[in-house]
């Protein structure tokens, strides 16, 4: 009876301090290990060495969170949650700051909002010691810097605003268990990596559910699977390209729809040209054009050839005629008569 009264003592006391914490004037109360503030941050006195949990409650709108005025080495905070609040900035290696060195297992932020990105400064020093990574809410998570947390065993996104997830995500994250990925706005997967993740033995869970997607080949993988397996794991996918099936319900797909098959452009028939009749024997046009240089050339030689015999020939003639007269003058001459009457 005793051990009764002393549990629901306990249960009222501490529905009343969160009651407190969500109604009450900014402030931070400590319940056993839970620090639980409203309204701001931890001051550096309040996080002893006995606290193990932070819950940081409504924040103001645009919240910056900047990293605590000192640092205690004997700092051991396993897990911080952030409820309910527009955080507008967040400082380099803020949360490995406030637990205390590789201290934090688990680190969410539900009911978030605001330009605040989990990326690789905001994640400093968390890689080695985070095992839990979950966010709900509208805040930017750099899938590049989520990689990197070599210890994640868990990793739940819900309305996210997430990055693409990189090439070989899965395989950099062994100890990855759980991995949710709710109403997000990833439209790109890799899903042959996903189902064979989801199906090996150390996987615990797998859930994809109310996203928009690319319904193209990469997503057959996914209708060839045994549906009772899968059907809460991987549910309300819809269509948003290509334009043709754009806001149908994948599960409705079939393959051919999914990844039609491509047809070769068939070109038109063109007639061919009217060829002039050298080519049409088969003469190269070029050959005959060097045939028909020849040809003028040796035409012209020929008649130089001839004109030249045609006028040695002349001079001969001329000659022969000029070596006639005169002999017929020197029979003719007083010599040569003489020479007749002796």
């Known amino acids: 009876m005793d051990f009764r009264i002393s549990q629901q003592f306990r249960l009222f006391f501490f529905m009343l301090l969160l009651f407190c914490c969500v109604y009450g004037q900014p402030a931070c109360r400590l319940y056993k290990q839970i620090l639980m503030c409203q309204g701001q941050l931890p001051k550096p006195y309040e996080l002893t060495e006995d606290v193990a949990k932070v819950i940081i409650h409504r924040l103001p709108d645009d919240a910056w969170l900047s990293n605590p005025e000192e640092d205690f080495p004997d700092r051991n905070i396993e897990q911080i949650e952030i409820r309910s609040s527009k955080i507008g900035r967040i400082e380099e290696g803020f949360f490995n700051r406030l637990s205390g060195p590789n201290s934090l297992k688990k680190l969410a932020l539900q009911g978030v909002s605001g330009s605040a990105v989990l990326d690789a400064k905001t994640l400093d020093g968390l890689s080695s010691s985070l095992n839990e990574l979950r966010v709900v809410g509208k805040v930017g998570v750099d899938l590049d810097a989520v990689r990197n947390l070599s210890a994640l065993t868990e990793l739940e996104l819900h309305n996210a605003n997430t990055s693409p997830m990189p090439k070989g995500f899965l395989a950099s994250l062994p100890m990855l268990r759980v991995l949710e990925l709710v109403n997000s706005n990833l439209s790109t997967l890799p899903w042959s990596s996903l189902i064979q993740w989801a199906n090996e033995d150390r996987t615990r869970g797998l859930r994809i559910s ?95 050839v001839g004109a030249l015999i045609f006028a040695f020939a002349v001079f001969i003639i001329g000659y022969k005629i000029h070596l006639s007269r005169k002999d017929k003058r020197v029979r003719n001459g007083p010599m040569h008569q003489s020479k007749r009457y002796w």
Do not use: W
Request: charged share 25%; glycine share 6%.
């Open 210 to 304: 109310n996203m928009v997607v690319d319904c193209d080949c990469g997503v057959l993988v996914l209708t060839e699977q045994d549906p009772t397996r899968f059907t809460n794991t991987i549910s309300q996918l819809t269509c948003g390209s290509p334009p043709e099936l754009k806001g149908r319900d994948l599960r409705e797909l079939t393959q051919a729809e999914l990844c039609p098959p491509i047809e070769s452009p068939v070109e038109p028939v063109r007639p061919s040209p009217q060829k002039p009749p050298n080519e049409v024997r088969g003469e190269d046009p070029e050959t005959l054009d060097v045939m028909k240089g020849i040809r003028t050339e040796v035409i012209i030689a020929g008649a130089v």
